[in-house]
């Protein structure tokens, strides 16, 4: 599957409209040398997208049902300090655990919860959903939802794994409030809480004991 790249243009804070900015269309000097550079995208999103606008046009449905085939899938957010990109994949967490947030607000990952225990209800035991919490941060991999303080973890590779965390905890899991708990759970531990602008990396997995595809489908956001 080709790489699927999306642009959202998040709102003027309220900072900036205090201060009187203004949305631009474009902008001459991108860069401090005065260079323009062209990206090409799938989509655009504009300033008054909803969190579900996002999900149903950014394609992550079909990552997620992908994954539950078997296939390993990823999906992450890249951009400066205060674009948005926490706000896109997590959106803010309801008070309590375990809990999911106001419906229209909440982020790409518990959409993809939702929706991944939608497509997977009526598989029984030959379907085994799992989930792990890693935090990329100054070049270290942190498991967040290891006991104890989060430590750093080595990144190994081989020939039937590919590339994996070195003794990453893994937990299994049945329902959405299991998989929001872990959720939250792992923000907490993380350096830079879910209001911050450097969000941690969820995974979830769901592996088949019938055999679907090569390896266990993985569907990783960060």
């Known amino acids: 599957m080709r790489p699927f790249p999306l642009a959202r243009v998040r709102p003027l804070s309220c900072l ?38 996002l999900f149903e046009g950014s394609g992550m449905k079909r990552l997620v049902e992908l994954a539950a085939s078997g296939f ?22 309801a008070q309590g655990e375990g809990q999911l947030g106001k419906p229209c607000l909440l982020g790409l990952m518990q959409r993809s919860f939702v929706y991944l225990l939608e497509q997977t209800q009526g598989h029984g035991p030959s379907l085994l959903l799992s989930a792990s919490y890693v935090e990329i941060h100054k070049e270290q991999v942190r498991d967040l939802l290891s006991p104890g303080p989060p430590q750093p973890l080595p990144v190994r590779w081989s020939q039937t794994r590919g590339f994996y ?38 995974g979830t997995s769901a592996g088949s004991g019938g055999g679907q595809g090569p390896r266990a489908g993985q569907v990783r956001g960060c």
């Open 72 to 93: 390993s899938c990823v999906a992450f957010a890249f951009g400066q300090t205060g674009s948005g990109k926490t706000y896109s994949l997590l959106g803010p967490f």
């Open 165 to 202: 965390v070195e003794n990453l905890l893994t937990v299994e899991f049945e329902s959405l409030e299991t998989i929001m708990a872990l959720l939250q759970e792992g923000a907490a531990q993380g350096v830079c809480s879910p209001r911050e602008e450097a969000p941690p990396v969820p």
């Open 16 to 53: 900036e409209r205090r201060r009187g900015d203004r949305s631009l269309l474009s902008l001459g000097q991108v860069n401090a040398a005065g260079q323009e550079t062209a990206f090409r995208v799938s989509a655009a999103f504009g300033a008054d997208t909803s969190q579900e606008g």
